[in-house]
């Protein structure tokens, strides 16, 4: 089992900066992948930001060059700093193991494990 637990959301104007953290207990932390997903009002949950257990990064197109992920295994954490917000970044943002560290790193179904979520509101 995995308890994760995310901060840092909360209301900014577009051009702000934001940085998200997640906190993971309950199993080896290094060992895992971790992802970044968001999901907007009436809208699909969708990939942001994943790092795998050996620091590879990936990003989603749509914020690629604003958004920095990262992690810190001695804090077992994983952050997501976000710059140069924009209204569209608007959605509830969610934290996301995966223990088998399968290579499918934006899907979804492939982690097994979820945080509450945080709300990132950006405003014009």
């Known amino acids: 089992q995995v308890q994760l637990v995310e901060s840092g959301g909360g209301l900014m104007q577009a051009g702000g900066s934001l940085r998200l953290s997640c906190a993971a207990s309950g199993r080896t932390f290094s060992s895992l992948h971790m992802g970044w997903f968001r999901q907007a009002p009436g809208k699909e949950r969708e990939f942001v930001s994943a790092?795998?257990?050996?620091?590879?990064?990936y990003y989603a197109d749509s914020v690629k060059g604003r958004f920095t992920i990262s992690r810190d295994n001695a804090k077992n954490t994983v952050y997501l700093q976000m710059n140069s917000l924009k209204p569209d970044d608007t959605a509830v943002y969610y934290c996301?193991?995966?223990?088998?560290?399968?290579?499918?790193?934006?899907?979804?179904?492939?982690?097994?494990?979820w945080g509450q979520g945080t709300q990132v509101t950006v405003s014009s």
């Open positions: 790092i795998s257990w050996g620091y590879r990064v």
């Open positions: 996301a193991a995966d223990p088998s560290r399968v290579a499918a790193v934006r899907t979804t179904s492939v982690y097994d494990y």
